[in-house]
């Protein structure tokens, strides 16, 4: 078992990290919810493998759910609305307790559910993806897509507690356990050489390599919340990649893995990037079957000034000083203009 304490200016939690989990879920949710009603959200998919399971283990409370379909379709204002008046009609409460299973897409949902609803709600995280299990399912961002861009809509609220039951992998089919795998590679890159160096060897994905990776995640958060200086960092490869997602349909994490070498190349021509680490992370993308298609990423900077890091017509773009350390690098609109789209 690993456990990491989310320390912030008004609020902490904690992250479980275990093999079997889901099978000991009161005894963990007891330490920080008195109460007995529990609303759980999942999706279709997970609602198979996992939902029987989790109401046996939570079987000392008084339990309901919504199920909604699988996938970043689901990221819509539409679902966000159905989940509200479903929780609605079941009765719930300011003081109840909400609970995210399933991957990402679940946990970017009841987050923002959470955040506004009776304008606010305690909720729980139960990640069942590598994707949420290592990156998204801590740091409070929540959010759903609209009007062609991703995440435009959302708000910060951090989960109660954090419960990751690695066994959960196991039903992974290979491409979504590979979309967790870019943001795995991102973290090494931005913040954990040794993260980095124990990709290269392929490790079993198992409570180590996820503390390894959270830890990368846990720091930021920490220095910076609500993602105004040093969480930008985490954004490396997403600002391309956001544009490749949505253009192309990748899955999240596939679409950081081209974005960051995006984001190196463009490192590269500024003169900020070794050339080096072009190479370095290419390789590690290739050993877990991620796309490395090369996208021309001066084709891509129109997008970048509707991303929502455009701050007053400035852009915080991330790049590799070297391999387990970043930096921001903000460039006007007017800059980006005159150096790339001339």
């Known amino acids: 078992m690993k456990t990491l304490n989310i320390n912030l200016k008004y609020t902490s939690y904690k992250i479980v990290i275990e093999n079997g989990l889901l099978d000991k879920l009161s005894l963990y949710i007891k330490e920080v919810y008195s109460n007995k009603k529990i609303f759980i959200i999942t999706d279709d998919v997970v609602e198979k493998l996992y939902l029987n399971k989790v109401i046996s283990s939570l079987a000392d409370f008084d339990l309901d759910y919504v199920v909604i379909p699988h996938g970043e379709m689901s990221k819509t204002i539409e679902k966000y609305a159905y989940i509200c ?64 861009r991703k995440n435009i809509l959302g708000a910060f609220k951090q ?88 253009k192309y349909g990748y899955k999240h994490g596939e679409a950081v893995a081209i974005g960051m070498l995006m984001a190196i190349q463009m490192g590269i021509d500024l003169g900020v990037t070794p050339k080096e680490c072009y190479n370095t992370i ?34 915080s773009f991330i790049f590799l000083e070297e391999l387990g350390k970043c930096m921001i690098y903000k460039l006007t609109e007017a800059e980006i203009k005159e150096k790339f789209l001339k």
């Open 159 to 246: 989960p109660s507690l954090v419960l990751i039951d690695p066994n959960t992998l196991d039903t992974l089919d290979p491409k979504e356990f590979n979309n967790g795998m870019g943001e795995l590679i991102k973290h090494g890159a931005i913040g954990n050489i040794n993260l980095l160096n124990m990709l290269k060897n392929k490790p079993i994905i198992d409570e180590n390599v996820i503390f390894e990776s959270l830890s990368v995640k846990k720091r930021v958060v920490e220095m910076d919340e609500f993602d105004l200086n040093e969480r930008m960092t985490l954004n490396f490869g997403h600002t391309f990649g956001h544009a490749i997602e949505l």
């Open 282 to 315: 290419d390789d590690i993308l290739k050993l877990y079957n991620l796309p490395r298609n090369v996208y021309p990423y001066k084709e891509y900077l129109n997008d970048v000034f509707y991303d929502k890091k455009n701050l007053a017509g400035t852009i």
């Open 85 to 148: 008046e479903e929780l609605i009609n079941k009765g719930v409460k300011r003081n109840h307790m909400l609970l995210a299973l399933g991957g990402g897409v679940i946990g970017d949902l009841t987050g923002f559910v959470a955040a506004t609803l009776y304008r606010g709600i305690s909720y729980i995280g139960i990640p069942t993806s590598l994707l949420s299990q290592m990156d998204s399912s801590i740091g409070g961002k929540t959010g759903i897509d609209f009007a062609g």
